[in-house]
């Protein structure tokens, strides 16, 4: 039966074909060990196009989320490319934010998320003409301005946002159908799963990424990999 979640997931996959031009357009998907991830690999399958898989290391994951990469290379029968800061980078930057200058100041933590996710994801993005993000509208009032096709003007290529538009029902419904394995730190209260230190489980009727930088206002709680404006 035909519904509004079958028409988002059909919309979806035929944007994801349309988008890469019959193959033309070289393409990366962005892998951050959330379902919303998991989602984008299944339908860019579905939708036949050729796209290679990466992740973000910040050498601050959980155990469950290194443990949860590796199901989803076995699921899928792919490669998960890690991307990190190099150690030079990670020295100075513990230099600077000690232990817990990322609770202290917005600045730190920023600073800490440029270091350990911006430019790894700069060096993840190079040569390729697209990336396949997850990001929904529906997660944060930070990603209420999501569009399907973007241009990301912060790494110079395009951005596509296949399940932009998925309510959070949306997701746990694909997940089910599709008996794609989860994270299991979503069975602990996590709904948002990020580095350890900046993640924590939520509590009922929370807003869905309420446990992610949880001592920090909304309107900051982005990493810097899905803003709009320039970073500085
Ligand atoms: S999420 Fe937290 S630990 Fe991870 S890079 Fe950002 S500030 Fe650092």
């Not at 529906?138 to 399907?148: D, M, P």
């Given at each position: 039966m035909s519904s509004a979640y079958h028409h988002k997931v059909k919309q979806a996959i035929n944007f994801l074909k349309e988008s890469v031009l019959g193959g033309e357009l070289k393409v990366t998907l962005a892998?951050?060990?959330?379902?919303?991830?998991?989602?984008?690999?299944?339908?860019?399958?579905?939708?036949?196009?050729?796209?290679?898989?990466?992740?973000?290391?910040?050498?601050?994951?959980?155990?469950?989320?290194?443990?949860?990469?590796?199901?989803?290379?076995?699921?899928?029968?792919?490669?998960?490319?890690?991307?990190?800061?190099?150690?030079?980078a990670i020295r100075t930057l513990e230099e600077k934010v000690g232990e817990y200058g990322i609770f202290d100041s917005v600045e730190l933590r920023k600073e800490c998320c440029r270091v350990r996710k911006l430019v790894p994801l700069k060096n993840a993005l190079s040569g390729y003409d697209?990336?396949?993000?997850?990001?929904?509208?529906?997660?944060?009032?930070?990603?209420?301005?999501?569009?399907?096709?973007?241009?990301?003007?912060?790494?110079?290529?395009?951005?596509?946002?296949?399940?932009?538009?998925?309510?959070?029902?949306d997701v746990e419904r694909y997940i089910k159908e599709n008996t794609i394995p989860?994270?299991?730190?979503?069975?602990?209260?996590?709904?948002?799963?990020?580095?350890?230190?900046?993640?924590?489980?939520?509590?009922?009727?929370?807003?869905i990424r309420a446990g992610r930088w949880w001592w920090e206002n909304p309107e900051h709680k982005?990493?810097?990999?899905?803003?709009?404006?320039?970073?500085k």
């Open positions: 892998f951050s060990h959330q379902n919303e991830d998991a989602i984008t690999i299944s339908l860019a399958k579905k939708a036949g196009i050729s796209f290679s898989v990466f992740t973000l290391d910040t050498y601050k994951l959980f155990e469950e989320s290194l443990a949860y990469q590796k199901e989803i290379e076995k699921f899928f029968g792919i490669e998960i490319k890690p991307f990190s800061a190099n150690n030079e697209a990336w396949i993000s997850g990001i929904r509208i529906a997660q944060s009032i930070t990603r209420n301005e999501t569009k399907l096709l973007e241009h990301d003007k912060i790494f110079h290529l395009l951005k596509l946002n296949p399940i932009a538009l998925f309510s959070d029902a989860s994270n299991s730190l979503y069975a602990k209260g996590f709904k948002s799963i990020g580095c350890q230190p900046c993640s924590r489980a939520i509590q009922e009727g929370e807003d982005e990493c810097g990999l899905h803003v709009k404006k320039e970073i």
